[in-house]
T-cell receptor
Framework: SQELEQSPQSLIVQEGKNLTINCTSS?????LYWYKQKYGEGLIFLMM?????EEKSHEKITAKLDEKKQQSSLHITASQPSHAGIYLC??????????FGAGTTVTVRA | DTGVSQDPRHKITKRGQNVTFRCDPI?????LYWYRQTLGQGPEFLTY????????KSRLLSDRFSAERPKGSFSTLEIQRTEQGDSAMYLC???????????????FGPGTRLTVL
C-alpha cells in the first residue's frame, strides 16, 4: 500500500507568518488531496493536485505537486487563527480509496 | 447541497454491545466510503460502495463489522460485540463517481466518535 509521510508532525507559527507542510509518498502520486480537520470533526477538502508540477491556490493557501520527487507541499501565507487545525494529505492510488498521512497539527499564536 | 451527514455524532457503549452508524451521502453521489481514524493518525480505509454494491473491504474490517447501502442511498456500518480497540472516529465520505482513471474528490462527513468502555 502507499505510504505518505508528513512533516513536520506539528508546528507553531506566529500570526501573520508563513508556514509550509510537506507530504512525501513511497510511490508515484496519481492524485494528491489536501484536507483540513478540526479536532474531533470531519475532513474539509482543500485542494487536489494531479499533474506533475501543478500548483493551485485558494485564498492564502497554495499547494504544489512535484511528481518526480513524489512530494507535495502546502504553503500558507500570512497565517491567521482560522488556519489552525490538522492538515492531512491523501493519495489516490487509482483504486478509489485514499491513503492518508498522519497529519500536521498547526497552531497559530496571536 | 447539504453535504455528507452522519448519525450519531457520538456513541458511548459497553464492551460486547452492538452499535450501528448511519451515513447520508451527498445526493447523486454514486460512491460511498467508510474510514476509521484513531488519535494522531490519518483515516484508514474500511470499505467502499459503488451504488448499492460493496466493492472492496479492507482487512481492517473484521467479521464483526458489516456495512450496507440499500438502494444505493444511505449506508449503515454495524459493529457487533464491540471491543475497546474499536474506539475511534468513524468517517463516511462520498464522491460523484467518475471513470476508473479519473480522480474523484471525496467529501467527508463530520464523523461518529465511538467510545467503548
Amino acid at each position: 500500500s502507499q505510504e505518505l509521510e508528513q512533516s513536520p508532525q506539528s508546528l507553531i507559527v506566529q500570526e501573520g507568518k508563513n508556514l509550509t507542510i510537506n507530504c512525501t509518498s513511497s510511490k508515484t502520486l496519481y492524485g494528491l488531496y489536501w484536507y483540513k480537520q478540526k479536532y474531533g470533526e470531519g475532513l474539509i477538502f482543500l485542494m487536489m493536485l494531479q499533474k506533475g508540477g501543478e500548483e493551485k491556490s485558494h485564498e492564502k493557501i497554495t499547494a504544489k505537486l512535484d511528481e518526480k520527487k513524489q512530494q507535495s507541499s502546502l504553503h500558507i501565507t500570512a497565517s491567521q487563527p482560522s488556519h489552525a487545525g490538522i492538515y492531512l494529505c491523501g493519495a489516490d492510488n487509482t483504486d478509489y480509496k485514499l491513503s492518508f498521512g498522519a497529519g500536521t497539527t498547526v497552531t497559530v499564536r496571536a | 447541497d447539504t453535504g455528507v451527514s452522519q448519525d450519531p455524532r457520538h456513541k458511548i457503549t459497553k464492551r460486547g454491545q452492538n452499535v450501528t452508524f448511519r451515513c447520508d451521502p451527498i445526493s447523486e453521489h454514486n460512491r460511498l466510503y467508510w474510514y476509521r481514524q484513531t488519535l494522531g493518525q490519518g483515516p484508514e480505509f474500511l470499505t467502499y460502495f459503488q451504488n448499492e454494491a460493496q466493492l472492496e473491504k479492507s482487512r481492517l474490517l473484521s467479521d464483526r463489522f458489516s456495512a450496507e447501502r440499500p438502494k444505493g442511498s444511505f449506508s449503515t456500518l454495524e459493529i457487533q460485540r464491540t471491543e475497546q480497540g474499536d474506539s475511534a472516529m468513524y468517517l463516511c465520505a462520498s464522491s460523484l463517481g467518475k471513470g476508473p482513471w479519473d480522480t474523484d474528490t471525496q467529501y467527508f462527513g463530520p464523523g461518529t466518535r465511538l467510545t467503548v468502555l
